[in-house]
């Protein structure tokens, strides 16, 4: 049984990108709704079904929840047709999460692309909240052009701090007349930006391409597959283990994952 | 767990009276018919028949229907009402169940069980009487004997039946669950001999083994891709015949239908990993995009990645997938084949 | 046999063709479809009373049409086909899914098959479309084999359901079907081995909106099957495939065959028949009767 949230706030992020901040119905659910950052939940529109998204608010700050979505088909374009004080549903929260704990101590680099935001989004925050307990915390985001762009409020808000460093580009051909971030690709940008792989954990989340292409750039930098945490999105239905579509090998995403280190994935059947 | 095995005789009249009291009851009788187990009105309609082949679908879908409501939604302007559907646990009681069906519901126990426990297969499968017949017969796509069973397996039987002569069984008290359901019709029974049902048993013909479970578990691990996989996916045609027959195939998708405007219900269908939007991303994206790839997944799922995960192989060699395959892809070949 | 297996291996040997589409033997009365691109396992080709399979699905198939293209030409595609399977390939070819010049059709003279493997072929045994073919040579094809046989004489049973159903009435006829598709587990197998079922994305598939309910109920299934039957009504060649494949045992063919029967009597078409005529739905005439939307 999902439990309904109503939706207090509705922000467009971009063109197709939308966020909600919902509010769970029952006090009880809103207090004992209980999740880790990265972990994911199904929403639904009543009538045209569920749809998989992370958890892009952080823990930390639990009075409202939100989700990001990017509007594709069916429920997705029924979630947009939404407004402030619908209902939806939502049951979770799934999956594993970003082992925070064990990431004490070490510089953390976040690098996400388009919507990907979302995931990392959640992790960021909780971090932020908890400055103390890390050492360096730089991100790297991109998208394809300067809309496209998600959470600018919140990207606003982390280049103000001075203990974050924030570098934002578009792709190519992206940029806008009075745009003041980089423009390149996400693995130019860092190669660029050189990052030491010297007790640093990265957060990478973001489209197959981009992964792909990232990745042997921060093997060059030193950073160990085994330091590298990304998330995998199949296609899910129940995220419990029992519909039988997101399982890659023996490892159902939806309860083993969605987090992975880069070391994981090497090791499973390249089917994704 | 450890219950004592009770060995008894019931004459065949006794034990169709027994199913006439089972539907005077109320309960639901199923007894294998020719396309499916049909459901019993009449004792006149059982056969009890252990030369029979399996029937083409299994009673699969009286613990995991085909299609079934698992909540039911009330929209108003903006609020949305949601409620609970009832599952009826109805006694069910299976006669004559084939031994490559029976242990089939404690084969997808695990995986309806594990960490989320789902409460309609739970509900009725604790209503589910397993009377399970020894099997006399095969045919060329059988293979029991190659997944850990046979013909003669009492495995997931609550009751096991050995036809001694023309109007006798040996009936075998497998489980609690057995006792419990024939105690009521104990002046049917009487003492048997279990020697002499033993040697029943002994002497039917069961089928050869065809390919040991273990090497095909390391084949498989080691021959992800490999170009055996093309050739089957060149023929197979991406339906789920294979998958909705099969009695442990658990696929199944969710989608939420209105049947008015502000009314509708949250329905769990049957789905099957060969069909091509199984795994199909929103973006466009398919993991497993092309046949050779699904069918891949099929065997890999079956004879390796659920004996990694729960232990056993989710295959009772009941042979069903290949004789009702349209292009005769016979699943016993193609993992006998899963060598070098 | 040999003439076949060696006509196909020169096909293939002097690149004429890219994959050879034909029947293997299995055991001793089953035949399966084979896929051949290596000249040297045309020795497992086979024809005879057991090539039940309707090899025309393979030619929409994006696998297979795949071979087709090498990086310096296109090959054409041979397909081993009844006289009936024929008529699917004519349809195609009219509904523009593959062209002529594109298929090598290895046709035989066709004295029936058995309607499933494993029965002895017979009058008893014969597959219901055998009883009422018309056409035990082939219309169309590129190589032609076997001597003429008689077909042996059987009763059409599939004709005599047709016309006890003809003399319910509509509620009973409809209670009839609505029983028969009761039993439909959605698995498609029906639309899979379908030579005509070949579009990308069916209706079915389609959740924007969703036209047919996905589940496998009352209403979601009779609405299936019947779309289904509409969509194949005069285009279905009766080749009975579905019929065959169902799991479930529903009479599908019962329908196709009695909406082929109504497009006949009303538009004197017959699918799959002709290469020089138009398809029925691509030549919709105003004047033409009506009466089949009733
Ligand atoms: C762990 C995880 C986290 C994710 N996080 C996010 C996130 O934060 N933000 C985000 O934007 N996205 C995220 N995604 C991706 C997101 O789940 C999908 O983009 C989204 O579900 C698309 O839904 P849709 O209804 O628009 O797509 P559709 O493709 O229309 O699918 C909707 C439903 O319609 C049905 N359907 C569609 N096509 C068919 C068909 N051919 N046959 C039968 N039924 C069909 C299915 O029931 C399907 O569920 C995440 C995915 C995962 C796995
Ligand atoms: S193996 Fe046979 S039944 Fe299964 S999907 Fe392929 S064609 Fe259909
Ligand atoms: S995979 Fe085939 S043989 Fe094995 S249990 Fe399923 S239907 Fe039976
Ligand atoms: S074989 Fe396919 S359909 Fe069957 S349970 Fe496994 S994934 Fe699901
Ligand atoms: S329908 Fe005609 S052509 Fe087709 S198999 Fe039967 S006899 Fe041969
Ligand atoms: S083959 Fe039969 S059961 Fe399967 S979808 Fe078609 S009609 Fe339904
Ligand atoms: S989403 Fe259903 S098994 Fe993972």
Same mark, same amino acid.
């Given at each position: 049984?999902?439990?309904?949230?109503?939706?207090?706030?509705?922000?467009?992020?971009?063109?197709?990108?939308?966020?909600?901040?919902?509010?769970?119905?029952?006090?009880?659910?809103?207090?004992?709704?209980?999740?880790?950052?990265?972990?994911?939940?199904?929403?639904?529109?009543?009538?045209?079904?569920?749809?998989?998204?992370?958890?892009?608010?952080?823990?930390?700050?639990?009075?409202?929840?939100?989700?990001?979505?990017? +509007?594709?088909?069916?429920?997705?374009?029924?979630?947009?047709?939404?407004?402030?004080?619908?209902?939806?549903?939502?049951?979770?929260?799934?999956?594993?999460?970003?082992?925070?704990?064990?990431?004490?101590?070490?510089?953390?680099?976040?690098?996400?692309?388009?919507?990907?935001?979302?995931?990392?989004?959640?992790?960021?925050?909780?971090?932020?909240?908890?400055?103390?307990?890390?050492?360096?915390?730089?991100?790297?985001?991109?998208?394809?052009?300067?809309?496209?762009?998600?959470?600018?409020?919140?990207?606003?808000?982390?280049?103000?701090?001075?203990?974050?460093? +924030?570098? +934002?580009?578009?792709?190519?051909?992206?940029?806008?007349?009075?745009?003041?971030?980089?423009?390149?690709?996400?693995?130019?940008?860092?190669?660029?930006?050189?990052?030491?792989?010297?007790?640093?954990?990265?957060?990478?989340?973001?489209?197959?391409?981009?992964?792909?292409?990232?990745?042997?750039?921060?093997?060059?930098?030193?950073?160990?597959?085994?330091?590298?945490?990304?998330?995998?999105?199949?296609?899910?239905?129940?995220?419990?283990?029992?519909?039988?579509?997101?399982?890659?090998?023996?490892?159902?995403?939806?309860?083993?994952?969605?987090?992975?280190?880069?070391?994981?994935?090497?090791?499973?059947?390249?089917?994704? | 767990?450890?219950?004592?095995?009770?060995?008894?005789?019931?004459? @065949?009249?006794?034990?169709?009276?027994?199913?006439?009291?089972?539907?005077?009851?109320?309960?639901?009788?199923?007894?294998?018919?020719?396309?499916?187990?049909?459901?019993?009105?009449?004792?006149?309609?059982?056969?009890?028949?252990?030369?029979?082949?399996?029937?083409?679908?299994?009673?699969?879908?009286?613990?995991?229907? *085909?299609?079934?409501?698992?909540?039911?939604?009330?929209?108003?302007?903006?609020?949305?009402?949601?409620?609970?559907?009832?599952?009826?646990?109805?006694?069910?009681?299976?006669?004559?169940? @084939?031994?490559?069906?029976?242990?089939?519901?404690?084969?997808? *126990?695990?995986?309806?069980?594990?960490?989320?426990?789902?409460?309609?297969?739970?509900?009725?499968?604790?209503?589910?009487?397993?009377?399970?017949?020894?099997?006399?017969?095969?045919?060329?796509?059988?293979?029991?004997?190659?997944?850990?069973?046979?013909?003669?397996?009492?495995?997931?039987?609550?009751?096991?039946?050995?036809?001694?002569?023309?109007?006798?069984?040996?009936?075998?008290?497998?489980?609690?669950?057995?006792?419990?359901?024939?105690?009521?019709?104990?002046?049917?029974?009487?003492?048997?001999?279990?020697?002499?049902?033993?040697?029943?048993?002994?002497?039917?013909?069961?089928?050869?083994?065809?390919?040991?479970? *273990?090497?095909?578990?390391?084949?498989?691990?080691?021959?992800?891709?490999?170009?055996?996989?093309?050739?089957?996916?060149?023929?197979?045609?991406?339906?789920?015949?294979?998958?909705?027959?099969?009695?442990?195939?658990?696929?199944?998708?969710?989608?939420?239908?209105?049947?008015?405007?502000?009314?509708?219900?949250?329905?769990?269908?049957?789905?099957?990993?060969?069909?091509?939007?199984?795994?199909?991303?929103?973006?466009?994206?398919?993991?497993?995009?092309?046949?050779? @790839?699904?069918?891949?997944?099929?065997?890999?799922?079956?004879?390796?990645?659920?004996?990694?995960?729960?232990?056993?192989?989710?295959?009772?060699?009941?042979?069903?997938?290949?004789?009702?395959?349209?292009?005769?892809?016979?699943?016993?070949?193609?993992?006998?084949?899963?060598?070098? | 046999?040999?003439?076949?297996?060696?006509?196909?291996?020169?096909?293939?040997?002097?690149?004429?063709?890219?994959?050879?589409?034909?029947?293997?033997?299995?055991?001793?009365?089953?035949?399966?479809?084979?896929?051949? /691109?290596?000249?040297?396992?045309?020795?497992?080709?086979?024809?005879?009373?057991?090539?039940?399979?309707?090899?025309?699905?393979?030619?929409?198939?994006?696998?297979?049409?795949?071979?087709?293209? /090498?990086?310096?030409?296109?090959?054409?595609?041979?397909?081993?086909?009844?006289?009936?399977?024929?008529?699917?390939?004519?349809?195609?070819?009219?509904?523009?899914?593959?062209?002529?010049?594109?298929?090598?059709?290895?046709?035989?003279? #066709?004295?029936?098959?058995?309607?499933?493997?494993?029965?002895?072929?017979?009058?008893?045994?014969?597959? &219901?479309?055998?009883?009422? #073919?018309?056409?035990?040579?082939?219309?169309?094809?590129?190589?032609?084999? %076997?001597?003429?046989?008689? /077909?042996?004489? &059987?009763?059409?049973?599939?004709?005599?359901?047709?016309?006890?159903?003809?003399?319910?009435?509509?509620?009973?006829?409809?209670?009839?079907?609505?029983?028969?598709?009761?039993?439909?587990?959605?698995?498609?197998?029906?639309?899979?081995?379908?030579?005509?079922?070949?579009?990308?994305?069916?209706? /079915?598939?389609?959740?924007?909106?969703?036209?047919?309910?996905?589940?496998?109920?009352?209403?979601?299934?009779?609405?299936?099957?019947?779309?289904? &039957?509409?969509?194949?009504? %005069?285009?279905?060649? %009766?080749?009975?495939?579905?019929?065959?494949?169902?799991?479930?045992?529903?009479?599908?063919?019962?329908?196709?065959?009695?909406?082929?029967?109504?497009?006949?009597?009303?538009?004197?078409?017959?699918?799959?028949?002709?290469?020089?005529?138009?398809?029925?739905? %691509?030549?919709?005439?105003?004047?033409?009767?009506?009466?089949?939307?009733?």
């Amino acid at each position: 049984m999902p439990h309904l949230a109503e939706i207090r706030e509705i922000i467009d992020e971009s063109p197709d990108t939308r966020t909600f901040r919902l509010m769970f119905k029952d006090a009880g659910t809103a207090e004992s709704f209980d999740f880790k950052a990265g972990q994911f939940a199904e929403y639904s529109a009543f009538g045209d079904g569920e749809s998989t998204f992370c958890i892009a608010s952080s823990p930390t700050r639990k009075d409202l929840i939100e989700c990001s979505f990017k +509007v594709y088909g069916k429920v997705t374009q029924s979630l947009q047709r939404l407004n402030v004080g619908d209902t939806i549903g939502i049951r979770g929260p799934y999956g594993n999460w970003f082992p925070l704990d064990e990431l004490k101590g070490k510089n953390l680099l976040f690098i996400a692309g388009g919507i990907g935001l979302a995931p990392v989004r959640c992790v960021i925050e909780n971090v932020l909240d908890k400055r103390e307990d890390y050492k360096n915390v730089s991100i790297v985001y991109g998208a394809r052009s300067v809309s496209d762009l998600i959470y600018k409020q919140e990207i606003r808000e982390w280049k103000s701090r001075t203990d974050v460093s +924030v570098i +934002v580009t578009v792709d190519p051909g992206g940029e806008t007349p009075g745009w003041d971030g980089e423009v390149g690709f996400v693995p130019a940008v860092i190669e660029k930006s050189a990052p030491t792989s010297e007790n640093t954990a990265v957060i990478l989340c973001g489209p197959p391409v981009m992964i792909k292409f990232t990745m042997p750039v921060l093997t060059n930098l030193g950073f160990k597959d085994e330091d590298v945490y990304t998330t995998l999105e199949n296609r899910m239905k129940c995220g419990l283990g029992k519909c039988g579509r997101c399982n890659i090998g023996n490892v159902y995403v939806c309860k083993d994952g969605p987090v992975f280190t880069y070391a994981q994935i090497k090791k499973l059947p390249q089917e994704f | 767990m450890s219950f004592k095995m009770e060995e008894k005789i019931i004459s @065949k009249d006794d034990l169709l009276k027994l199913c006439g009291d089972v539907i005077a009851k109320g309960h639901t009788l199923l007894a294998p018919g020719i396309a499916e187990y049909e459901q019993v009105k009449d004792v006149s309609q059982i056969r009890l028949d252990s030369s029979a082949l399996p029937t083409k679908t299994s009673y699969k879908s009286y613990v995991f229907p *085909k299609a079934e409501p698992i909540l039911y939604y009330k929209r108003s302007k903006s609020d949305v009402q949601l409620i609970d559907v009832d599952v009826n646990g109805k006694k069910i009681v299976v006669l004559g169940a @084939k031994p490559c069906d029976t242990n089939s519901i404690n084969i997808l *126990k695990h995986l309806f069980n594990w960490d989320y426990e789902d409460e309609f297969f739970n509900l009725r499968q604790k209503h589910f009487v397993i009377i399970g017949l020894m099997c006399s017969s095969f045919d060329e796509y059988c293979f029991c004997t190659s997944v850990g069973s046979s013909p003669v397996s009492e495995e997931g039987s609550d009751l096991f039946l050995i036809p001694i002569n023309e109007d006798k069984f040996a009936l075998r008290i497998i489980t609690e669950k057995g006792k419990e359901f024939i105690e009521p019709y104990s002046e049917f029974l009487k003492d048997g001999d279990e020697a002499k049902s033993n040697a029943v048993l002994e002497s039917i013909k069961k089928p050869e083994v065809a390919f040991d479970s *273990k090497q095909v578990h390391e084949w498989l691990g080691d021959n992800f891709e490999n170009p055996k996989w093309e050739g089957i996916g060149n023929v197979c045609l991406s339906c789920a015949q294979c998958a909705f027959v099969c009695p442990v195939c658990h696929c199944f998708d969710l989608v939420d239908e209105d049947y008015s405007y502000s009314e509708g219900r949250r329905m769990k269908n049957w789905d099957g990993c060969q069909f091509g939007h199984f795994t199909l991303h929103a973006s466009g994206h398919n993991p497993r995009d092309i046949q050779s @790839k699904r069918y891949r997944q099929r065997v890999n799922h079956k004879f390796r990645y659920y004996v990694d995960k729960f232990g056993e192989i989710l295959c009772t060699g009941c042979g069903r997938c290949s004789r009702g395959c349209p292009v005769s892809i016979d699943i016993k070949e193609i993992v006998s084949n899963c060598k070098d | 046999m040999d003439e076949l297996r060696n006509y196909a291996r020169e096909l293939l040997e002097k690149e004429e063709v890219a994959a050879v589409i034909g029947y293997q033997q299995v055991t001793e009365k089953r035949t399966k479809p084979i896929v051949i /691109t290596d000249p040297a396992e045309t020795s497992r080709l086979v024809f005879n009373e057991y090539c039940l399979n309707n090899l025309a699905v393979y030619l929409t198939k994006a696998r297979i049409r795949s071979l087709m293209r /090498t990086k310096d030409k296109t090959m054409k595609l041979a397909i081993v086909a009844k006289p009936c399977d024929v008529h699917s390939i004519v349809a195609l070819i009219q509904e523009n899914q593959i062209h002529r010049n594109d298929v090598h059709i290895i046709s035989f003279n #066709c004295h029936g098959v058995v309607k499933d493997f494993g029965c002895d072929f017979n009058g008893d045994n014969l597959a &219901a479309k055998c009883i009422k #073919c018309e056409t035990h040579k082939p219309l169309y094809f590129d190589k032609i084999f %076997g001597e003429e046989k008689q /077909t042996p004489k &059987a009763g059409d049973a599939s004709l005599e359901k047709i016309n006890e159903l003809e003399k319910l009435n509509s509620k009973e006829r409809f209670e009839f079907f609505k029983s028969e598709f009761d039993k439909c587990i959605k698995c498609y197998a029906c639309r899979a081995v379908c030579p005509l079922c070949y579009c990308q994305r069916c209706i /079915t598939d389609k959740a924007i909106p969703r036209w047919i309910e996905s589940s496998s109920h009352q209403r979601g299934n009779f609405s299936w099957n019947i779309v289904r &039957a509409f969509h194949l009504s %005069g285009r279905c060649t %009766g080749c009975g495939e579905c019929d065959r494949a169902c799991p479930m045992d529903i009479p599908l063919s019962l329908i196709n065959r009695r909406m082929a029967m109504e497009v006949k009597d009303l538009f004197s078409f017959v699918s799959g028949r002709s290469l020089e005529t138009p398809t029925l739905v %691509g030549n919709f005439d105003k004047k033409d009767s009506d009466e089949i939307f009733m």
